[in-house]
């Protein structure tokens, strides 16, 4: 059924992702239909150009909506729903209730400084957008906005992509930049309708940071750097990923002064954008002195000294006019420089001011590092490795464009485009350890490419013109006109050059086409599900959808005291909260390891242990994932390891050998005793002994791991079971009072 | 008239309920207590122990332990507020009654006094085990003691213990002092040491044993000394009492008014101290002393009466609890000066002992500590033979909002100075620099 909804989508992206690349050849077309009008040719692009980016901007929105036609207009995942709870707490109570919220509904009993530990940004811009609207009396509820405001700024990211394109090469480019980004699978994994993360607007505000400090680099205004500067302070507040722009733009300028290109627009983008980006981001609470502290932002305040260093002996080049004595004076300064920035830094990193890096930024340059020290960090999914099928399919064509780019952007080397073949280089680096920085490589990926396609096919129509009007090549291609011309003068040698271009051209068209179609189907079957609602397939293909997180989230809502504290594994903690407005021990904010670490020991020890632990926390309920019915395999069976591995990180009590069999993880009578009892294989499994969950298997089938249970006769003592959803995927405990003689 | 004699007929439907439902938490003395007996002359043997118990306005119904019509609660409704089993051969109790639902009588809130005696049957034992008290396992040992016993134990086998160690709580046994010893036949019983509800009440002396007293020694007898508990008392979470005697004699009427020599003590008593010690007992298992109630928690900050949603860190607070003492027959202020309160969050950042003003009203203040979080007020109130009190109210605690720090450091004046004196001076050296020649 599913499947018969793509044609009709997929119809508007392919057409215009193939018009946006169309660009050039169609201006030779469409120029004879627009005679008429009388139309000079630069109105005539200018009109193009307006409405293909017009078209782009309205795909990059409505290709992000497969979800709520699929679904419904709803938060997604877990992040968005702390998201969305803090923007209606915003909207609600106004902005400095918000800044200083201490919310006691999380992390029981410590509570959570909300407005100190949040980037604020996302919320901020939602309730903005919100109010802009009930201004102009358009009466929205804060949810729909917050489930279009990764859509929007997607499609904003389009428009900053053509400038940032026409920037480093031309409009060309720019153009096939915006209808790539709009569409390409790795930044649509993170905006589509409902993923209300900050990433979702944080895309955008990286993106502008870069266009305008190049913009200022090559220009060397301080209007551009100043706007730079607050692009980064949108960035600040809005995704802790500003550091990759804290680092990046430092090593961009130190790689131009190494290359000798260091200019005064450099000096004054750069000190301009770095003070007051620096001044600017220390207002946000969460980041506040890290600028001038932590370890991470250091390397930008050495390139800015460096940078007034290379000043200072600019100047005394400029007043010195012997070279010798220079030569002796640049020794000297150089030498105390470097020992008294060595000095500092020692000093301030063993006094303890300057914080050591962290461990998520240790864990990106050295990709084993979480596994081995911090297992919070390598839990997380999203923190994994790439493998080379996720590049494949986020990528697709792009990948193969990208080395081509590079070798355009060498080939036409600037300020510009070392920026760009810099931010790709490094950014493609993260993307290979760690899966969620995809994202963040994708604007770079999709600007090199489009230069890749840009370059190709104009070189390519240029050809296909010259060959009828060869004096006028030189004149009217300013851009890329050394590269036409040679091709001129080939153009006399080769016979089949115009078919060969066609074919070629025609080449680049089915690969745009087939990019086209295969972001819309990724876009449609993979990353349009909101997973808090699961869908599966019937027997007969009919879809089947597990509505059992909100069930259970409601029952919490509508069935427990309103000062129920509910356990559960950290991943539910937003969710529990969200939707079911209870207290929670642990949450997706993972700030206290000792924490999380308590309730993976209570998990993985037997329910005497565990009832000790809970009764610590003062824990009414227990709340477990189980996919063993439904056949979901991201269950917290599944999870179990990681709790054995967190908890026994802090109590090493919790070994994790003793919940394995030589090595291995199994829940079948071969487990492991441990296994068998802890509390959560208990939890799981209460009375699933007893159900036939597939035809033709015993009792206790387990379809998320395929094997029939090991323990089908469990008791629980302290804690009772309060609910089950339908579809078993969430099951509820009540954590009973201590005996009444005993 | 109709309307009139309407409102009244429902005014006093429901008013019936309260009416005929004495024992409650504004009341918390039994009433209605049902006495099960194995043999209905026990209650003649036993009159002394159950007159006084009526002469104090308790109800006594008394029951064969085999009646067939034994119910402890109608269509969900209790109905008996206390009960005494003196049927310590009983196999079977009559009717529905078993040792589950007496448990759950107990669970109820409601009291048991359970008397076992030399051979008491599994039953009993079993009740007995459910309120955390192990009786010896032999059915036919008894506690002998060869130095403590009665002198006029004229059958030479020192079983008619005369015992004095008594617990000291003027909760559970009265302010005046049991002088004469409590004499004792019957079985002994030990503690089950995880329970940390149930307490000795009459213990044996460290020369006592528990064996078959007719038969020959052949091995070490199991329990020994003070390890043997002659009566216990169980107080639950819920504050429903239970007394476990091991002698059903030490209730009757013949040992209540007998004299008592204690082997081996010059001191003759005229009278043994097994009626006081009953009579006691049975004010404190039937609530008519030692049963506290608490108001609820109030806390405001100071100046204030309301009671915030909140508290910032370093607050100065007020807290104040009210704590009753039953009298038998009204409440009356309680009076002590060990009641603390805890300022809780996994562990207590501050306790303090509470101040009382002698008329029920305990209080004291405090600051909030440096810490934010969700705290607790906890009043943790364990006091030997009184009923637990065991209270908490949650509130959070916030860090200072943005606003409330200290607008201007006058350490810091130095370093504002430095600062307008640099815009100052950049202004300045603005103007020279760009107009100057």
Known sequence: MGGKQDPTANGSPKSESM?????????????????SLKLKTKQQELLLRVSILGLVY?????????????YESMIHEFDPYFNYRTTLYLTEKGFYEFWNWFDSESWYPLGRIIGGTLYPGLMVTAALIYWTLRFLRFFVHIREVCVLTAPFFASNTTIVAYFFGKEIWDTGAGLVAAALIAICPGYISRSVAGSYDNEAVAIFALLLTFYLFVKAVKTGSLSWALGSAFGYFYMVSAWGGYV?????????????????????????????????GMLLAMQIR???????????????????LLMQVFYFLDWVKYQLNDTKLFQTFLRITVTSAILVGGIALGVGTASGYISPWTGRFYSLLDPTYAKDHIPIIASVSEHQPTAWSSFMFDYHILLFLFPAGLYFCFKRLSDATIFIVMYGLTSLYFAGVMVRLILVATPAVCLISAIAVSATVKNLTSLLRTKQKVPQTGSTKGVGSSKSSSKVTLDQSQPFQKN?????????????????IHCTWVTSEAYSSPSIVLAARGAHGNRIIFDDYREAYYWLRQNTPTDAKVMSWWDYGYQIT????????????TWNNTHIATVGRAMSSYEDEAYDIMRSLDVNYVLVVFGGVTGYSSDDINKFLWMVRIGGGVYPVIKEPDYLVNGEFRVDKGASPKMLNCLMYKLCYYRFGELVTEYGKPTGYDRARGVEIGNKDIKLEHLEEAYTTSNWIVRIYRVKPPTNRL | MMNLSRSVALISLFLLPLLSFSFSVDNPTDRRVLVLLDDLSLKSSHSIFFSTLKSRGFDLDFKLAEDSKLALQRYGQYLYDGLIIFAPSTERFGGSLDSKSIADFVDSGRDLILSADTSASDLIRGIALECGVDFDEDSSAMVIDHSSFSVSDVDGDHTLIAADDLVKSHAILGKTKIEAPVLFRGVAHSLNPTNNLVLKVLSASPSAYSANPSSKLSSPPQLTGSAISLVSVMQARNNARVVISGSLQLFSDKLFRSGVQKAGSPNK???????????????????????????????????????????????DLEFSVEILEWSGKSWEPYVADDVQVQFYMMSPYVLKTLSTDKKGLFHTSFKVPDVYGVFQFKVEYEKLGYTTLSLSKQIPVRPYRHNEYERFIPT??????????????????????????
């Open chain 1, 19 to 35: 018009g946006a690349k169309k660009a050039s050849p169609d201006l030779l077309n469409s120029s004879f239909s627009f005679k």
């Open chain 1, 58 to 70: 309205v795909l990059a929105f409505i290709a992000r909506l497969f979800s709520v036609l699929r």
């Open chain 1, 244 to 276: 990759f722009i804290i680092n990046l733009v430092p090593l961009y300028v130190l790689v131009l002064l190494i290359t000798g290109r260091y200019s005064m627009r450099l000096y004054v983008a750069y000190n301009c954008m770095y003070i007051l």
């Open chain 1, 286 to 304: 969460f980041v506040g002195f890290q600028h001038v502290q932590s370890g991470e932002h250091m390397g930008a305040m050495g390139v800015f």
């Open chain 1, 500 to 516: 060969g271009a066609i074919a070629l051209l025609v080449g680049v068209f089915y690969l745009l086409s087939r990019y086209a």
């Open chain 1, 578 to 589: 969200a939707m079911g407005n209870r207290t929670v021990i642990v949450d997706n904010n």
């Open chain 2, 269 to 315: 008593y005229e009278k043994s101290g097994n009626e006081q010690f009953a009579t006691e007992l049975s004010k404190w298992v039937f609530h008519e002393r030692g049963h506290l109630k608490a108001g609820s928690l109030v806390h405001h900050r100071v100046g204030e009466t309301d009671e915030p949603a909140i508290y910032r860190i370093k607050d």
């Open chain 2, 412 to 437: 810091a004046y130095p370093y504002y100075g430095a600062c307008f004196t640099t815009m100052a001076g950049f202004f300045v050296f603005s103007f020279v620099y760009l107009y100057h020649k």
